[in-house]
């Protein structure tokens, strides 16, 4: 715990201008950021006696060990300056909401030369105009049913889309009268762009104008002895009332609104948003935070407006935002939203009237919100605390496990050889920090050698990372610093777990050698450091890739695989890890040196959530592992021309058809392709001289040998169902996949 006197300014450096100022911690980790009229003041009231602040604040200051600040020129500048601090280093004792659920939007794509209607959740994309959320995509599509009968925009994917172009006939919508079938030229691109510029128009609220002209028509129809047409239009009048319907008039002079409301306790607040638009609810949504730091209501209203409108733009921005109490100063901030919607926004409290009503109803939907996540965290905490205290009394540790890592080993018969780490904090989930590794060290199947290596590498960054200053990557083919979805990991934004060394700023372990000297594994390839990527992101509070250590290993294996990885652990000087194995066939829990398996009860939850961790880390690495062996077997000879990219490889497929064909091509026939050089064709036939041919495709189903197809990707068999297997490769499908 450190002593806020050790850090605190002396007496006339802080200006007496408006900014925005950073606490971090020991490890240089920024853990909250504010923003002040006065930086003089407002800090000055941090560096009181430690008795007068509230307790939050109180392990705010003592957590910390400095404080810097930026002096920007108005309030304004300050709350947007202050928005992307939170955004980027996600502070630990700021307020950070958390969505309930991935809203669905009704999005209609007008960057395409086609707009679409579909359903979209998840970040907003420029050019697409949304309107919603809704509580259920449910409610979406059955808003869109009932308006393509006056507004058939396109609804298919891009792939349907393409085919029945190709084929010339329309989907089954076309036919139906439900989408305009841009797609076999039925409407020029300018007429269905206008469809679907009247269909934002009328989910935007200016319904009037549509219902008029078409009972207009209605009666033209009529009077012309149209009856047909006028029984056409007198049901689209009415599918039109009956989408309107589904969205009650909440206020009758048409108001474009959002609606706030907040329910707090001691330590977590919800918020209700509703969304009126044209005087109708359009959408709802809600989020919980917990008050890691001593806020008001106002200033919960305030971060509430920077999570909903830190983002939007224009019309995203309504012209009125109703809240429950006012940020202060609340100048600042009402001209921050003005600034983002490009006109005047209101910012105020409702009194009376309907507005007044409304607010009462969202205030009873923050309620119940708090009310039921509280219910339901409660049983999720009792849960996840007796779970992680069995682990602890099991394996005879000090204190229960708060991050848990665990490594599993995959492979297909030796190859691809890849693995994975998964990371549980508190008992859930953190995709965060999932770690990928291949096996580089050697060739073959060794579960647990596989296992030292995977270790020692990841416990070796540990250690580099308490040691250097930056954010270090290895040199070629390192870990896949990757989430489980596939998406580029980011690094962690939030502190180590209360007890971990990096949270505890304990030392490396007595005796534990440099990361430079850290032994080498027999048979493992050593790690290269390479340059720092980013010298200043630690020095910036961003977390490195591997700066916190678990309070307990799991391996999926058993005593020999616990064997190896308390081997690695030993060999870099670590000895407060526990390791501990399960393996599958018993639900055995395995310890380092022990004869004996640990068993625990089947109805344990602590063995359910090693089971939990251990399937997870198992899912991820096979995966992963599945990855790698499909791109292996979708790799070309032509991957390995260097300076050749992926335009001129498909323009030499397409010239010549297969891989086989421009094989047997001269040197002159290579450089007739469009921007094939001299040099780059000697260059395409040396390699493909060098490279062996694949062996022929064999259908193993038939006994067919089928050499005339093309060969771009690699030669396939087929298995008995007829689907293609890669030749000479061993069908998963079999078991032979670990």
Known sequence: MADPSSYRPKPGQIPDTPGVYRFRDEHRRV????????????????????????????????????????????EVEALQLEYSWIKEYDPRFNVKYRDDKSYPYLAVTMNEEFPRVQVMRGHKKKGVRYFGPYGHAWAIRDTVDLLLRVFPVRTCSAGVFKNAARTGRPCLLGYIGKCSAPCV????????????????????????????????????????????????????????????????????????????????????????????????????????TDKVEDVTTGALVEHALQQLYGEETGDAVPKEVLVPALPEPVEPVQEWLTDRRGSNVSLRIPQRGDKKALMETVQRNAQQSLALHKTKRASDLTTRSRALEEIADALDLDSAPLRIECYDISHLQGDDVVASMVVFEDGLQRKSEYRRFQIKGFAGQDDVRSMHEVITRRFRRYLADKERTGEWVEDGAEEALTASDGTAATAPGTPAPPGSLAASGAPAPSGAPAPSAAPTPPGTAPDRDAAPVDGFKDEDGRPKKFAYPPQLVVVDGGRPQVAA????????????????????????????????????????????????????????????????????????????????????????????????????????????????GRKTAETIAVALAQAAPAAPAVN????????????????????????????????????QER
């Open 185 to 288: 030229g039925r409407v020029e691109p300018e007429e269905h762009r206008e469809l679907a510029e009247e269909f934002c128009d009328f989910m935007a609220g200016r319904t009037g104008t549509y219902l008029r002209r078409l009972e207009q028509q209605m009666t033209e129809a009529a009077e012309e002895m149209e009856y047909e047409r006028a029984a056409r239009l007198r049901d689209d009048i009415e599918a039109l009332k009956k989408a309107m319907e589904k969205n009650a008039v909440v206020l009758a002079d048409a108001t474009d609104a959002d609606l706030i409301a907040v329910a707090e306790d001691e330590l977590e607040a919800a918020v209700q948003i509703f969304h009126v638009r044209g005087g109708r609810v359009r959408g709802q949504r809600g989020w919980v």
């Open 565 to 676: 990885a308390k081997r690695a652990l030993d060999e870099l000087g670590i000895d407060d890890i526990a390791v501990c194995g399960l393996a599958k066939r018993l639900e055995e829990v395995w310890l380092p040196g022990d004869d004996d398996p640990v068993v625990l009860a089947r109805s344990s939850e602590g063995l359910y959530l090693l089971q939990r961790i251990r399937d997870e880390a198992h899912r991820f690495a096979i995966t992963y592992q599945r990855t790698k062996r499909a791109k292996r077997f979708r790799s070309s000879p032509l991957d390995d021309v260097p300076g050749l990219g992926e335009t001129r490889k498909q323009a030499l497929i397409k010239h010549f058809g297969s891989v086989k064909k421009l094989r047997s091509a001269t040197i002159e026939q290579i450089q007739e392709v469009p921007g094939i």
């Open 31 to 74: 853990i909250y950021v504010g923003k002040a009229k006065s930086l003089r003041q407002r800090l000055a009231n941090y560096f009181q006696d430690l008795a007068s602040l509230h307790p939050r604040t109180r392990t705010m200051v003592t957590t910390a060990a400095s404080v810097e600040w930026t002096v920007v020129s108005t």
């Open 700 to 735: 193993t189903a038939t006994g067919e040998i089928m050499d005339d197809r093309e060969d771009e990707a690699p030669e396939t068999t087929a298995d008995a169902s007829g689907e293609p297997v890669p030749a000479g490769a061993p069908d998963d499908r079999r078991g």
